[in-house]
């Protein structure tokens, strides 16, 4: 399967998953609003969330993946399906003894997460029912993150691409049915949101069962002891555990930024935290269909190609990915940075959701899209150093950002509030990423192939047109009085979208770029 056919899957379903949970929070927002207990929920389900990113599809994925395309290359499918055995045996032991942790510990998370809340007593509480009700979710979550692992690597990208989607479409059947029903019975409907994510965990893993099974590589987990102590002795476990240290650090920073950004959020005014969530949830639509389904699908090439000792082909690996980067996450930042308001007016402007709200989180908005390009380049240049085995490179690079993003906010949160918060870490992706673009070069790992300046050009002179488009159509309209007209507010809303895809497209073939000369490889 080429590498633009391999992305363009994962997009597809991205794209499906990214949809259905617009449609989600869509739903949150109009039910609950930027409340308390919004906020609550939202501070409870970023602690599994965090748990989740550095036990599995941070820290793990970033070894585990490595190894196993290396197992498989040099020693075979019959000894790579017994490493994958004993890594599942050796994680599902680590996870039932984090879960139970985590549920006796709620109280202590949520604190330290977000000790603000407790300027509403009601949504303190909530939060850290909720945490003890949803924490059980990393445990579903990690094993997915190692069969969708298991599945990439044999380029098997539907599967794991599409599980998200159970997720969105469990929290919206919670958020539409079970809390209206939650209400009528006298109990708190913000809990019928854990039971959706807790079903979406569930269903996740579920679906991987047969992938799985059909290629013969269903991890026999090991219940006895002498199991345990067989998979911690592997050799292929041990390589795992040894690039889990440094990687484990490298993802605590990011999740420790995360940390320290909703404790200061707690502290903002009321709804900081869902404002700040909302916007993030439009900010990963571009994000995961660019730059996850890119390192999605690099990730076992590079791997592969370093394995095999393919310099060359590695090289040109990390050439396209930057090149896909550059020609769709620039027109998406500009999409967030001048057409915020439209596009929170009419994905989030409902029911509870004020003016207020659609103020405040394109503000935030806007923060995140001065770091598009950056958050996803990063997921293009990491595993460039993840596919070497190298992560203490970029774990170096994680925490002089994360002091660097800590100083911006002293500057930026007490001009911008919450907005500060996502600037701050839209300025720091893209000192990330520039960091590790220069580091792959110094060591001639990455060697940029002709033609980048003249690109580089391209781009830009059709991203000038496209922004004149999108402050003529985003000042053309009063998106948020419109909202008594919902039908035609969204039909105006993708008859601009549609527009500006023409404008940037159009733009980019008057220039002389044919996409097709760095799409196809």
């Not at 407790?118 to 190692?146: C, D, E, W």
């Not at 420790?256 to 005014?269: F, G, R, V």
């Not at 990423?433 to 003249?454: D, E, M, N, T």
Request: net charge positive; charged share 10%; aromatic share 10%.
């Amino acid at each position: 399967m080429s590498l633009i056919k391999s992305a363009s899957t994962v997009s597809l379903w991205t794209l499906v998953s990214r949809i259905t949970g617009l449609v989600r929070e869509l739903l949150v927002a109009s039910t609950f609003g930027a409340s308390a207990m919004t906020d609550a929920f939202n501070v409870a389900f970023r602690i599994p969330n965090l748990f989740r990113r550095l036990f599995a599809e941070g820290a793990f994925s970033q070894a585990f993946v490595p190894v196993l395309a290396a197992s498989k290359a040099q020693h075979g499918d019959d000894a790579t399906k017994l490493l994958i055995d004993r890594v599942a045996t050796l994680l599902a032991w680590a996870l039932v003894f984090t879960c139970v942790i985590g549920v006796v510990m709620a109280p202590l998370l949520v604190y330290a997460m977000a000790s603000g809340l407790q300027k509403n007593p009601q949504g303190y509480h909530a939060a850290v029912q909720l945490t003890r009700y949803m924490f059980p979710y990393i445990g579903f979550m990690s094993m997915v993150a190692l069969a969708s692992g298991v599945l990439n690597t044999w380029k098997r990208f539907a599967v794991p691409a599409a599980t998200p989607v159970l997720l969105n479409v469990s929290m919206i059947g919670a958020a539409w049915l079970l809390a209206p029903w939650f209400r009528t019975h006298g109990i708190e409907p913000i809990f019928a949101m854990g039971v959706g994510v807790m079903a979406g965990g569930v269903l996740q893993l579920a679906v991987q069962i047969p992938a799985l099974r059909s290629l013969g590589l269903l991890p026999r987990l090991g219940f006895h002891w002498r199991d345990l102590k067989a998979a911690w002795a592997d050799p292929g476990s041990q390589r795992i555990l040894k690039l889990m240290a440094p990687a484990l650090l490298g993802v605590s920073v990011a999740q420790i930024s995360l940390l320290i950004n909703t404790q200061i959020a707690s502290h903002l005014p009321t709804g900081s935290v869902s404002w700040l969530t909302f916007a993030d949830r439009l900010m990963e639509f571009p994000t995961a269909m660019l730059g996850v389904a890119l390192g999605v699908v690099l990730m076992p090439q590079l791997a592969g190609a370093k394995a095999a000792g393919d310099a060359q082909t590695y090289s040109a690996l990390l050439d396209w990915g930057l090149r896909i980067v550059v020609f769709l996450a620039v027109p998406c930042a500009l999409g967030l940075l001048i057409f915020a308001k439209p596009l929170v007016a009419v994905l989030y402007h409902y029911g509870a959701f004020s003016a207020v709200d659609v103020q405040q989180t394109s503000l935030a908005l806007m923060g995140w899209g001065v770091g598009l390009i950056g958050i996803v380049a990063i997921k293009v240049l990491a595993p460039g150093y993840y596919a070497s085995q190298d992560i203490r490179t970029p774990v170096r690079i994680a925490i002089v950002v994360l002091a660097i993003t800590q100083l911006l906010n002293l500057l930026f949160v007490p001009w911008f509030q919450h907005a500060g918060l996502s600037l701050s870490i839209g300025v720091g992706a893209m000192i990330n990423a520039l960091w590790l673009l220069i580091g792959l070069v110094r060591r001639k790992s990455y060697q940029p192939q002709p033609g980048w300046f003249i690109f580089v050009l391209q781009v830009l002179a059709a991203s000038a047109l496209l922004a004149f488009y999108l402050m003529w159509v985003g000042n053309s309209f009063d998106w948020v009085a419109m909202r008594s007209e919902s039908l035609k507010r969204v039909g105006l809303l993708v008859l601009c979208v549609l527009g500006a895809a023409g404008v940037y497209f159009g733009a980019i073939w008057a220039t002389g770029l044919n996409p097709r000369q760095f799409l196809r490889r």
